[in-house]
Every structure is written in C-alpha cells, then in structure tokens.
C-alpha cells in the first residue's frame, strides 16, 4: 500500500533537526514535565523544534503546554492516527497505549529533516539535548541505547505476563525475536533515526506488517530490534539511563554482573534519565532519583493537577482496600487505628494477607491523616 504523507515543514529555517514525542490526552500532565526539563536545559542561541504526536491531546492542554514556547522553542502537535487505520495495534498492557506505535511513522512525516530524535515522555533531560545530534550512527538506520534490564531478565529466564499469555523471556527470544544475540536488545525511548536512511529502507511499511502480523509484548520496540537488526548503533546508554531497582546483593552470572558495574560507573554522567515500566516519579514520589522529576513538575504548567491526580490515586488505593478487609473472617470491621493495630496483634487473622492489607491500610490511614482528609472513627 502506498502511503500519502502530510509533511511537517521545520520551524526554523536553519534547524533541520527534529525532536519528537508521543502522548495519550492522560498523559499530557507529564509530557509537559518532560518538556520543562529540555526548556530549562536548552541554549538560549539554538532552536528547538518539537513536534508532538497524539490524537488525543486536547486542545486546552495543548495551550497549556504551548506556554513553555519560547522564540527559539517551537513546540507543534500532529495526528497520525490515519496511517494505522488498517493495522492491529496489539495493546499488549494497560500501561501501554496506541500513541506509542507512532515513533515508526514519524521519519515519514519529518521527511524535510535530516535526523529526528523520537523519545518516550517519562524521561528527565539533564544537557543540552540537541548535543545528541552530533552522535554519528554511522551506516545504520537508528541509534538507540542497549537495553539494561534485559539481561537480568534473561539471566533468571523470568516469565512475562503478554496480556494474560505467560512466557517466559529466553523463549521469547527464541520464537517471538529471533535473535542470535539475545543480550543484543535495545530500549526504544530515545531513537536517534537518520531518516534518509529510514525511508529509503521502507522502514514504515516493513515495521507496519511486522507489528500487524504479531503481538510483540513490547510492542514496536520489539518490532523495531527484529526489522533493524544489524542496523542499530549503539547509543551510549549516558543517553537513556534506565532508573532500575536492582538487588546488588543476589548472585548474578558474570554478564549481569557486568552491566551493573557498568551502570553504577554510567549514572552520575547520565545525560537523560528514563523512569522506565511501573516506575513513574507521579505515582511513586519517595523512589530513588524522582527528586529530579518533581523539580520539573513544580514549574510545569500542570503541577497543581499532577498533585490532584496523585491524591486521588491514593484515595482510590484507599478505597479498594476497604473492599478487601470489609470481611475478614467473617466478621464486619469499624476501622480505626485501636482496631487495626489489635487486629494485627490478634490470632483472628489467619493468613499473611490478611495482615498485609491491614499494614497497607493503616499506612494509608496515616498519609491521609497527614493530609487532613482522614477523620478517626
């Protein structure tokens, strides 16, 4: 099928570099986190021009995130929705959504420019970003970092949850990837792409029946390490440092132990931070090195409603552990502090869940207390 592209012109005259960016409408809050941070790290004498992809942003949110604008930062939104209209955009988790296919038709539409450096959002830049562009990839089509957690993953043969299918990781790589390397897997939330090369590959069309004829568990990131494979530069990882809770005292085998050498030696020169999976700074605040990410969202434009949502999950949190513990050995509970902490202590609980979710309920008892917003029974 041959495809029609609307072509995004560059902003600026001499800027023939591109930073682009995918985001759900749930998302723009933190988007704009993310965008504070290249502002406020940007060079007041370079231009930056930042296109968006989404279909969904809302055009209220979309002027609050235009205020970052700035006479050298250009920030434009873009719907590529149309072009996989007759593709099955397999959603692998509830966490991942459509917009994150759209990094493999964006080389497409920035044709006009000679490289596109494509993100994810949950990323804290710490440089200058457009030094990335002075990276040669040399005679591949994308540049992208190794993807660390991989090989922990690997090493333990760990079982993935593919939306309700179990596999397990060494067996993934075997039928699913096809690899012969399979430590040779790369993380796709930063992609420095020289799109020339990417169009003149068809790269969209050979990615788009890759991602149409499988359900990849990480969907086009798995599709872009089989169709580039051999085509990848390895981006140092200083550019996509993966924010990782790894157990430094469990025995590894000698390539884990490796790469977490090299971790610790990468993290205090890393360029752009990746809060990457279930380790999202608005969802855990007190986690290792968040404290970068909240600098930013105090002086976004939507911190106040970055708060509102954390308080509200926390709140909901609150409420499905009522549901759980309303019954408990049969026996109703008016909940306070005295009766929570004598439950605990009592021999009427009789498995270690029990107790779990009463420890889970007092600590959101006390938080909420804190806030103001708990009254004692």
């Not at 504070?36 to 609050?64: G, H, P, R, T, W």
């Not at 440092?241 to 205090?268: A, G, R, T």
């Not at 890393?270 to 986690?287: E, R, T, V």
Request: with cysteine; hydrophobic share 35%.
């Amino acid at each position: 099928m041959k495809y029609e592209f609307k072509i995004i012109k560059p902003a600026f005259k001499n800027q023939l570099n591109v930073i682009a960016v995918s985001s759900s409408s749930e998302y723009a809050p933190y988007l704009a986190v993310y965008l504070q941070s290249l502002i406020d790290n940007a060079n007041d004498k370079k231009q930056y021009d930042i296109v968006v992809f989404s279909k969904s942003i809302s055009e209220s949110n979309k002027q609050k995130i235009r205020i970052l604008e700035k006479e050298n930062i250009s920030i434009r939104f873009y719907d590529p929705s149309e072009y996989f209209a007759n593709v099955n955009l397999y959603i692998s988790n509830p966490y991942f959504k459509e917009e994150c296919y759209y990094r493999v038709v964006a080389p497409n539409i920035l044709s006009l420019y000679n490289k596109v450096l494509f993100t994810d959002l949950d990323l804290i830049i710490k440089t200058d970003i457009l030094n990335i562009f002075d990276i040669s990839i040399d005679n591949n089509i994308i540049g992208c970092s190794i993807e660390p957690y991989w090989y922990i993953l690997y090493d333990e043969n760990v079982t993935l949850n593919n939306n309700g299918y179990l596999i397990n990781i060494r067996e993934y790589c075997k039928n699913n990837l096809n690899t012969k390397n399979p430590l040779e897997y790369y993380n796709t939330g930063v992609c420095l792409i020289d799109i020339k090369k990417f169009i003149e590959f068809n790269s969209f069309e050979k990615l788009l029946k890759c991602i149409n004829d499988n359900k990849f568990l990480y969907q086009e990131q798995d599709a872009i390490n089989v169709i580039f494979k051999g085509k990848i530069f390895k981006l140092p990882e200083i550019w996509n440092f993966e924010l990782l809770e790894i157990d430094l005292n469990k025995k590894y085998s000698l390539n884990v132990e490796q790469y977490i050498n090299n971790y610790n030696k990468n993290e205090s020169n890393a360029k752009i931070l990746h809060f990457l999976g279930a380790y999202k700074p608005w969802i855990y605040p007190n986690k290792d090195k968040v404290n970068f990410w909240w600098i930013y969202a105090r002086k976004s434009p939507f911190y106040e409603e970055i708060i509102e949502q954390y308080v509200s999950r926390q709140l909901e949190d609150n409420n499905k552990l009522i549901y759980k513990l309303m019954y408990i050995n049969n026996h109703k509970i008016l909940f306070s502090y005295k009766k929570i902490k004598y439950f605990l202590k009592s021999k009427l609980l009789h498995s270690k869940k029990q107790h779990y979710y009463l420890k889970k309920y007092l600590e959101l008892c006390t938080y909420l207390n804190k806030l103001k917003q708990f009254k004692k029974l």
